[in-house]
């Protein structure tokens, strides 16, 4: 069965860094935008990055700008999130999610979800 499944979670110290992926499995990944949206305790989701269907168009929240790059390489049906400079507020899971309109600021916009990674930065 089609899903998304993310890897590359965990703890690291402010200022490290980590990288996310998201791998499609049973998916034509290639056709659809796909997103990094992530949902920190007690708090609303929050879409913080986006890429388009060929990888043309990229987006990224105020909030990860200048630290956060996402990509894609759809002969692996993956995409990226490299997250540099990590700060305590990143902490959240981190879930993938993809769109066939487009990238969207609008979590209810994404589609399949996969099953989030738990991202921890504290000293």
């Known amino acids: 069965q089609p899903q998304l499944v993310e890897y590359g979670g965990g703890s690291v110290q402010p200022g490290g860094s980590l990288r996310l992926s998201c791998v499609g499995y049973e998916y034509t990944l290639s056709a659809y935008a796909v997103a990094w949206i992530r949902q920190a305790l007690g708090k609303e989701r929050e879409v913080v990055s986006c890429?388009?269907?060929?990888?043309?168009?990229?987006d990224y929240a105020e909030s990860v700008k200048g630290r956060f790059t996402i990509s894609r390489d759809d002969a692996k049906s993956t995409v990226y999130l490299q997250m540099n400079n990590l700060k305590p507020e990143d902490t959240a899971v981190y879930y993938c999610?993809?769109?066939?309109?487009?990238?969207?600021?609008?979590?209810?916009?994404?589609?399949?979800w996969g099953q989030g990674t738990q991202v921890t930065v504290s000293p």
């Open positions: 999610a993809d769109a066939l309109l487009g990238c969207s600021t609008k979590d209810t916009d994404f589609g399949s």
């Open positions: 890429i388009s269907s060929h990888g043309t168009l990229t």
